[in-house]
């Protein structure tokens, strides 16, 4: 049996990126850190850890930590069935990976009835859709939302559903700038309101509309959802937002569907651990059934799809 002692220590390391960070963390020394990393690692047979800065999981690693993470879990499903006072207030932390469009409409919506209904604390790992995948894989979260519909060995994918977005502006902008509607040649040379470089759903949109591939345009970058829709309400760019974010500024007048006859829905699926313990499952099938509500759906009965390795 490994020791747990070792295998929190090496949690602390991963998660805090630094062996004097989780040195502190645990109020131990340096050299205690190192020594039962050290350990376990001759335990185990394999390097655990990429001793660079900052300090990452090897691929070995990577499934010690998704381990000691499952072990986390149990042992708080453990003390709430037993209903034992050890530990009673405390929450077994869980952490999730989410696209920011997500959190900021039906992820954030139903957030507080999940923390109601189960008994975690809770940790949402705010990531580009395209880029929450490899945060699983490498066993720093449980779940996550993503692009990616088919899952790697040892996980399983259930769908969620389509995000729609629209290319909104104000009235005033939309006058100004295309008034005689969205072309190409006014669109790459008019200010885009992006959440960050990984946001590709400018691009997207372009490809779907235009049917060409664009990537040299004028940009803004502004970190979140809530933060690009202001800057687009304010008038500083046109961009491409969750239609359920907007629906209501659609309603009153206060933006305008620069596009209303095309269209961007994004695929998103859910992927989590094929061996998952209870807790992490019930917050699993409490965030697939609510996305499947919020998202757009086809209609079609929503399976498990079978893992293959992402490595073939």
């Not at 072309?183 to 959440?195: D, M």
Request: glycine share 4%; hydrophobic share 45%; proline share 5%.
């Amino acid at each position: 049996m490994l020791d747990r002692c070792q295998l929190e220590t090496f949690a602390a390391v991963v998660e805090h990126q630094s062996f004097e960070k989780a040195a502190l963390a645990l109020n131990i020394t340096r050299g205690a850190v190192s020594q039962r990393i050290k350990t376990l690692e001759s335990i185990l047979c394999r390097v655990l850890l990429i001793r660079e800065n900052p300090v990452l999981p090897t691929p070995m690693g990577e499934i010690v930590l998704r381990h000691v993470n499952a072990v986390r879990l149990l042992e708080q499903e453990v003390y709430l069935q037993v209903g034992s006072s050890r530990k009673q207030h405390e929450r077994a932390r869980l952490s999730v990976a989410v696209n920011a469009d997500s959190l900021a409409t039906w992820f954030g919506e139903c957030s507080h009835a999940l923390l109601e209904k189960i008994p975690v604390a809770l940790e949402v790992v705010v990531e580009d859709q395209n880029h929450t995948w490899p945060m699983l894989l490498r066993g720093e979260v449980t779940g996550c939302v993503c692009t990616e519909p088919k899952p790697a060995k040892g996980f399983e994918v259930l769908p969620l559903g389509a995000m729609e977005y629209r290319c909104v502006a104000t009235q005033e902008f939309a006058k100004a700038h295309f008034s005689g509607g969205l072309k190409l040649h006014e669109a790459i040379r008019v200010p885009a309101i992006l959440c960050n470089r990984k946001d590709s759903l400018h691009d997207e949109f372009f490809r779907l509309l235009f049917e060409v591939d664009v990537d040299r345009y004028v940009k803004h970058y502004f970190p979140s959802p809530m933060a690009r829709l202001r800057a687009i309400q304010l008038g500083s760019g046109y961009g491409v937002v969750p239609a359920k974010q907007v629906a209501h500024l659609l309603r009153l007048g206060k933006l305008i569907d620069l596009a209303p006859s095309t269209q961007l829905s994004v695929p998103l699926y859910w992927h989590r651990w094929q061996q998952e313990p209870p807790m992490a499952r019930q917050v699993s099938e409490f965030l697939v059934e609510t996305a499947r509500v919020a998202l757009i759906t086809d209609g079609a009965e929503y399976r498990r799809i079978q893992p293959v390795d992402a490595t073939a």
